[in-house]
């Protein structure tokens, strides 16, 4: 039971540090959306709160937005949803990656997910063929992007409106987006979709908030799609294919 616990920890650990490059804009984006409640309609507690029980990010924005605009339940749930709605791209993507978990990881693992999360998950998830080590290093790197998030939201609710508005915080989780497409970069289709999606995502930033990022995953992953992929191993199949080719004609062309 010791080494479970210890390889737990260790792959816990790792999660967390593969997150690492990601805590800095995770802090500043919790304190910039703590800011923009304690400047809205919205009781502080209950904004702050809202960020513990949605962990809905860009869409908690868009939310707080159109309640300061005093607009309709419908229509600020409905907003919501669609910013939300890239997430099942997420989860058709990470399907495979979660389909050996108990329930209680999924819906655990799946509570805690954001673009971040998803992207490390997709990054890392084959690094860990066994399910139980996998799910614990998923758990570490979600776990502590939206912790170090809850912690900035906290101290945004406490402190104010420190930031000047001019540092465009929102463009923040595009940016991150963008950052995450880097790793991919290792085949034609990877490089296509990567391209694409930093291209449509900074094309659309003065879309509402979250828009970006949605428009931005599906047309990547349809451009990946669309590119048929040539892996190593096809190519050396090709070259041995040719190669053979070339002494069956050079046997055939002696007398």
């Not at 039971?1 to 805590?23: E, K, N, Q, T, V």
């Not at 939206?146 to 104010?160: A, C, M, Q």
């Not at 963008?178 to 290792?186: E, G, K, T």
Request: charged residues 15%.
């Amino acid at each position: 039971m010791s080494d479970d616990r210890a390889r737990h920890r260790r792959d816990f650990g790792a999660g967390a540090r593969a997150a690492g490059p990601l805590l800095v804009a995770s802090f500043v984006f919790g304190l910039a959306f703590g800011a923009v409640v304690s400047a809205s309609i919205v009781d502080p507690v209950v904004g702050a709160a809202s960020y513990f029980i949605m962990v809905a990010g860009t869409a908690q924005f868009v939310m707080i937005d159109l309640m300061n605009a005093s607009a309709a339940l419908l229509v600020v749930l409905g907003a919501a949803l669609v910013v939300n709605s890239r997430f099942a791209l997420y989860s058709v993507a990470l399907g495979p990656h979660y389909a050996p978990f108990p329930r209680r990881w999924k819906l655990g693992l799946a509570f805690l997910m954001t673009d971040q999360a998803a992207a490390l998950s997709l990054r890392h998830g084959d690094e860990y063929p066994d399910p139980e080590r996998r799910r614990w290093f998923f758990l570490g790197a979600s776990l502590t992007y939206i912790s170090v998030s809850w912690l900035g939201t906290i101290i945004g609710v406490i402190t104010g409106p420190i930031l000047p508005e001019s540092w465009e915080i929102s463009f923040i989780v595009p940016l991150m987006f963008v950052a995450l497409l880097v790793p991919i970069l290792r085949d034609r289709p990877g490089v296509v979709a990567a391209l694409v999606a930093a291209g449509v995502v900074l094309l659309a930033r003065d879309l509402p908030t979250g828009v970006d990022i949605l428009l931005g995953a599906g047309s990547g992953i349809a451009a990946g799609w669309l590119i048929p992929r040539r892996t190593a191993g096809t190519r050396r199949e090709a070259f041995r294919e040719a190669d053979a080719s070339c002494h069956v004609r050079k046997g055939a062309e002696r007398p």
